[in-house]
């Protein structure tokens, strides 16, 4: 892993933390969680405030995620809404916080000038057993703490400026006078600044988690289908009179479904062809084939003519798989008549030529299922299943992870909204 964190492909765009106030603040929040506090005197954190540095230090790289569920969270500037999460096991963990600081940025904004955020993302469970816990989980809270109490002491100066505006010679009382001032010197004039977050509860739509080896819910208005391995705890048990149940091992039913809930983009001329989407997979199938046939050759400083002569060399193996052949077939059939009939194609083979619609709400979280039926193209790999990609990357020789994180420099580093947008349609 040494390689991508050199690369900025793993904890990359992270925030450094080196301000003595700051690290004071983040050991605040360590020791309320009952850790010890770091001896670090620079570290970086994600949008959720994970320091892979912190992690290493602690030897615990889920001491903010205990139990895979009741995320926790720790706030030292506004600033974190823009970085990455970078460690979770639910795929929405990053929307949610980011409404969070979308929601409250106003209170996150005051209290972060002199205090720390932290607290959990409290689910309705506390454990993960089976699938029923996993739909139970309808809407999350935010339960936030803060370690100076500024919160608190802002809800106090709150209720007896109340007091002070609604009971009779209450101004009389010099006690109730002075604690409003001290209590000003910490919160500031809290008419103008607004020190506790006003939205705390959001709903848990359609996620992915790495529970049970990697589960899909998808939340519709009548129904909520799962996707997964049929072998997880509860799996077709749990509401079946109110859960589509669909193993990830049926290509068929899966497609099928995502067909239905308008979720995908079929394969059409007026996007396959400006896109490259075809050709970006074909590109993605002849390097795997390489790396198959030739797992220890060095692929640096490779290019278009050196690919096209390894094609003609290997044309065997290439027929052999079929999927270099096939994309071909479906680009000329394209740009024939401007659509191809999918059912006539095997199941498994529909996922190379269809992306997420782009408007569907839930474009990143499809484009990542369908990347589980394409493991081998690591370029949508990469950026829509991380966890995905480095498990891939793991099994990979040294000589072929140098050529991944070559491309990926290359192409996706160097412009990545353009390219989600060209290959993906993707605007965000």
């Known amino acids: 892993m040494d390689l991508l964190y050199e690369n900025e492909l793993i904890y990359g765009r992270l925030l450094t933390i080196d301000q003595p106030h700051l690290i004071e603040r983040y050991n605040r929040a360590l020791t309320a969680f ?45 600033d974190q809404a823009m970085l990455p999460v970078v460690h979770t096991q639910f795929s929405n963990t990053s929307q949610l916080m980011y409404e969070f600081f979308s929601s409250n940025a106003r209170a996150i904004n ?132 109110q ?31 400006q896109s490259g989407y075809l050709e970006n997979r074909g590109e993605m199938i002849i390097r795997h084939l390489i790396r198959t046939l030739e797992p220890e050759r060095n692929l640096s400083g490779i290019d278009r003519i050196w690919l096209q002569t390894w094609i003609h060399a290997n044309a065997s193996l290439i027929n052999h798989d079929g999927t270099w052949p096939f994309l071909n077939a479906v680009k000329r059939e394209i740009a024939q008549t401007g659509q191809i009939n999918l059912s006539e194609i095997d199941p498994a083979r529909r996922f190379l030529v269809v992306r997420a619609l782009p408007s569907h709400p839930d474009a990143w979280l499809v484009n990542q299922l369908i990347s589980d039926f394409v493991p081998w193209d690591f370029l949508s790999r990469y950026i829509f299943n991380k966890q995905g990609f480095y498990a891939d990357y793991g099994r990979w020789s040294p000589t072929y992870q140098e050529h991944v994180v070559d491309i990926l420099k290359t192409t996706y580093l160097k412009d990545k909204e353009g390219l989600r947008r060209r290959l993906y349609g993707l605007t965000s």
């Open 34 to 78: 009952g850790f010890k506090a770091t001896e670090l005197t620079r570290f970086n954190i994600d949008r959720t405030g994970f320091s892979p540095e912190i992690a290493a230090e602690l030897k615990d790289p889920s001491y903010l995620d205990p139990n895979g569920v009741n995320r926790r969270f720790i706030i030292l500037t506004p």
């Open 243 to 273: 859960v589509n149940y669909i193993s990830i091992k049926d290509a068929d039913q899966v497609f099928q479904f995502l067909a239905a809930t308008g979720r995908i983009e079929l394969p059409r001329g007026s996007w396959i062809e």
């Open 110 to 241: 005051a209290l972060t000038i002199k205090d720390v955020i932290f607290g959990e993302i409290e689910d309705s469970v506390s454990i993960v057993n089976d699938i029923e816990d996993l739909l139970s989980i309808n809407q999350v809270e935010f339960r936030v703490l803060s370690a100076e109490n500024v919160m608190g002491q802002a809800a106090e100066l709150r209720l007896l400026v109340d007091r002070l505006q609604n009971e009779p010679n209450i101004w009389r009382d010099d006690d109730l006078i002075n604690r409003m001032v001290e209590l000003a010197k910490v919160t500031g004039d809290i008419r103008e600044n607004s020190l506790v977050p006003d939205k705390v509860v959001f709903r848990h739509s359609a996620f992915w988690t790495s529970h049970f080896g990697g589960i899909y819910i998808f939340v519709d208005d009548n129904t909520t289908t799962v996707i997964g391995d049929p072998a997880a705890p509860g799996f077709r048990r749990s509401r079946p009179w």
